[in-house]
């Protein structure tokens, strides 16, 4: 319960518009979701300590229980969804505008024998980091 308390005082809310209706639906939206991954189960079985018995940090624990909780089957597929907006400003004129930039990719399953999207767009940009890193 601990964790779900530190994980629900971190939440930002600064950006929502501050209307009881938004709030209330924000929270009972994260609410399901805490209930989906198992938070309020007794039969969790969380790892709080190391096996040296040192306290291991919450976002560990919430990592086990994403990794055990969205594991992905061999016929699943990914799906990534990106929208990122650039507010652009001339420099001379201070005129503003938007440009928006929006990715939809899906990848394969490991049955179909391909690798997910996150595999592709993760490790694409970090082998083409290596590569400008270690270039001469």
Do not use: C
């Amino acid at each position: 319960m601990d964790l779900t308390l530190r994980l629900m005082s971190d939440i930002d809310i600064s950006y929502l518009p501050q209307d009881g209706v938004t709030l209330s639906n924000l929270f009972k939206q994260y609410y399901r979701a805490l209930i989906f991954l198992g938070f309020f189960d007794d039969s969790a079985n969380l790892v709080t300590k190391t096996k040296d018995g040192k306290p291991r940090s919450y976002l560990e624990a919430f990592g086990d229980v994403l990794a055990h909780k969205l594991s992905m089957t061999d016929e699943d597929r990914d799906l990534v969804i990106m929208r990122h907006n650039f507010v652009l400003e001339e420099t001379k004129t201070k005129k503003r505008w938007n440009h928006y930039s929006t990715l939809i990719a899906s990848g394969n399953s490991k049955k179909q024998g391909g690798y997910t999207i996150m595999a592709k767009t993760v490790g694409m940009t970090a082998a083409i980091a290596t590569r400008y890193r270690i270039a001469p």
